[in-house]
């Protein structure tokens, strides 16, 4: 970085078109990607680091192995695998001591493949892959030798690999990196306070991102394993203005005064007598951890994790007993549509013959029915509203709100969860929060996550269960599948047939589940099909739900919008097509449909197209656990650094460099690090601790330090 002096004139917010280098059409491309300022650029970290320092050999390879050599292509070829139309790319390469493959199971970009062609020298970086015993590269960086700088190239021995953007080198992204540094005014001043970076061994973070970009290669194994002080101080940064944020709320929380509900609990007690199983030792557990917080004399924030199926809408309806019992209204908001219905069935079942009144409220409900809704609410002659996000709207108004319930919590926000709150509370005090999840995370995690909650687990499924039976296959054996569904369909079960609903394709898959129901209509005319899809009216879609329910339809064919909670008990199978799109715990939740009832169930996940070897892997996962802890163990583990797939159906927020597994320490730490100042300086009113709030207003918004002073 000695050039000639550039003028300094750009700052971090400064647009990147700006850079010397970049302008309009190359800034364009960045910003697709998210890239927008100068900022932004420099947070576009290396995903891994080139090491020159020794020359290597194809043969001296090892697996797990991060190298960069030089070879020659021997071959280029491609093939297509099973009955796909999706392609596998191999490219051979040699150098002078063996021969080794580059796989692609995607072309990063239109004419990438063309570029290669035998006896071509070029660069291979990348890991070394072990596919069934065979060392091989798997989507590694291929450059032509040729245009490689070489300058570069003879001087640094550690790298920084990017990914490449729409065929922007990623030496040519490092030079821009270069340039925008040369340029740079100044770095804004450190937020964090000297005694901070003391205790927890950090440089600064001026310092951290120079040393991001230009490493030392003195400490070069540091930087293959993400432990490098410049990740060091990336990653618990990344932590820490999350743990800060769930610190402050924290904060704010346990100043605020809870309604007291405290009663003789006569009401959930005829609940418990009225049904027809036994809570779970696990239900139990979470109700009386509830009724603690009832009366604690603060409002409750407590997350209710547990499996699809393992009673938790249960349990948060004893809590509606026990407010009622006191006086006060509960509102239940739900997903969807059809599981706000379900719920309000639900409930008209269990609790009206309580003396509880329900009501419900979704998109579809007309505007005269929700001025008696109003009405009713502000008379307190409803005792529980169900609805979709409809009951976050302005005109929604209580009497006297002690409890909010909220399903499925990682579609909502934290944010929204704020909108529920001042609505016609009781006394002017918060309500009670109840927070229902069925994405089990690691305990630990959930902790640190949902670090402003206090969790309770249901780990533990209705003892009448019979476990649900997994198999994942290729396309070669569907039929197969389709017969043996039939077959549960003959002995009176029903069945599931689900397609991903990814957003980008969300006509060519829904294509997909339409011309899969006509084919299977076709085949199977004595089977009644149903056909369910996001695009359909609310209405239809009811239709629809309520005739699979009452069993007119026996196979229901859909995309996602069954994900969450639906309840068919005798629905026993299901077959999820593409399910390498999702997210094992997504894959997990949609099993949960099925396995609800006295009949085994079974769940087939098909593989669509050629597979990556690792992919395979983490799709067979489910077939050996039925427990969604250990599911989402095993996707967060192999959650690779960088690659954050499923991240927003778990509700994790999605980092840069931090990897949750992996930096599990530095998050522990960051989590101390942050609970600790507020402990010290509840509302952040030292000296030196004003950058702080000042970078935490400006990370998470305003709001982020409400409730606090
Ligand atoms: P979740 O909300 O966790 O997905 P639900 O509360 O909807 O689970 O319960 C799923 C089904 O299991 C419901 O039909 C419910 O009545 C039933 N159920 C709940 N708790 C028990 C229990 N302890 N024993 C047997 N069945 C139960
Ligand atoms: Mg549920």
Redesign the pocket.
Known sequence: MSDAPLKQNLRLETELQFVKGIGPKLASVFSKNGIKTVGDFFENYPRAFEDRRAARHISTLKEDDIVSLKASIVNVSSYSMGRSSRKIYDILIKDESAQIRCKFFRVPYKGYFERFKPYQEVRVVGKVTNYRGRLEFHHPELKDVEIENTETAAEDLLVPIYVENEGIASNKIHKLIESAFQQLKEFPPESFPPSLMKSYDLITRAEALQKIHFPDVEFANDYHVFKSKAHRRIIFEEFFWLEMYLAARRSGLKKEKGLLIENKGALARALEKS??????MA?KKSFAEIKTDFRSGQPMNRLVQ????????????LTVAEAFESGYQSCLMAPTEILSE?HFK?AQK?LTPLGIAVGILTGKTKAKDRILLLEKLISGEIHLLIGTHALIEDWVQFCKLGLVII?EQHRFGVAQRGLLKNKGQAQNKSPHFLI?T?TPIPRTLAMTVYGDLDVSI?NEM????IPIQTRVITETKRAQAVKFMIEQIEKGRQAYVVYPLVEESEKIDLKNATNEYEKLKNEFPKVRFGLLHGKMKPIEKDEVMNQFREHKIDILVSTTVIEV?V?V?NANLMMIEHSERFGLSQLHQLR?RVG?GEHKSFCVMIMGYAMSPETRERIEFMEKTNDGFKVAEFDLEIRGPGEFMGVKQSGLPGFKMANLVRDFELLKAARDCAFEIFKSDPDLKRKENQLLREELIKTHGPTALAGIG
Not at 306 to 317: P, Q
Not at 462 to 465: G, Q
């Open positions: 049904l027809p199983f036994e809570l779970t239900q547990g499996d699809v199926g393992s009673g938790k809408t249960l349990v948060s309806f379900q639900n269990i399903d229902m069925a249901i209705p003892k009448n269960r909670g309840d008990p949960g609800r």
